[in-house]
């Protein structure tokens, strides 16, 4: 009877700690910047002390995967463990004279064309590997575009949980309801990641669908 009561009380433990080490694999995915390494950036250096990437105003600055294990979150209380997911912009298309209008070199812009290019590929791939996925969109830009529509449809096919922030709300075109409207079926969580703003309710938010998965 004791031995059974050892054994129970150590299989109770193991089962404890292996479960407060799971990892939540979250993405960031969204178009070229939307804010999605900045929303990244923040959480990371909030709960890390470390940024996860470089950010830039030139489109497709992140172009490969990149990621930070063991990132725990500790909010009002309660804490869950994520490995940061940071993506390289998702685009239909990507034209190497676009870069040209930020004085990027010929050379390097088709080199920067070509590796976004391949990110592109490689973010969708990483799909199958994520438990929950946020999608950053710019809250100033419209959001009923193919590139949204592709990045939606692809998370519904896999049946992700999926969180939409509205980013860039600090900016006066920004328009979070056009966004609402666009996604009804999904909860839509307005924040700055630039300046930290209602990064509150994007945690709550994020712990809420954190929760579903198994």
Known sequence: MVIKIFKNFIKRMFSNIFKNNKQIKLGFYGPPNAG?????????????????????NVPHETRNVQFK????????GKKM???????P????????????????????????AK??????IESIKWLDDMNVVVVVLDSTENPYNQVNITIIGNLVARKIPVLIV??????????????????PEYDVVGIS?????????FYESIFKISKKVK
Do not use: P
């Open 36 to 56: 999605k390494t900045s929303l990244a950036n923040r959480i990371c250096k909030d709960f890390t002390g470390e940024e996860l990437g470089s950010v830039s």
């Open 69 to 76: 294990e063991k990132v725990e979150i500790d909010f009002k």
């Open 81 to 87: 463990v994520f490995k940061m997911v940071d993506t």
């Open 89 to 112: 912009g998702i685009a239909t298309k990507i034209d190497y004279e676009e870069f040209l209008k930020y004085k990027v070199k010929k050379k390097d812009a088709k080199k920067r």
């Open 115 to 120: 590796e976004a290019t391949q990110g592109v």
């Open 166 to 183: 509205a980013n860039k709300i600090d900016k006066k075109k920004s328009n979070i309801k056009k966004i609402e409207a666009a996604f």
């Open 193 to 201: 990641a630039k300046f930290g703003k209602n990064l509150e309710e």
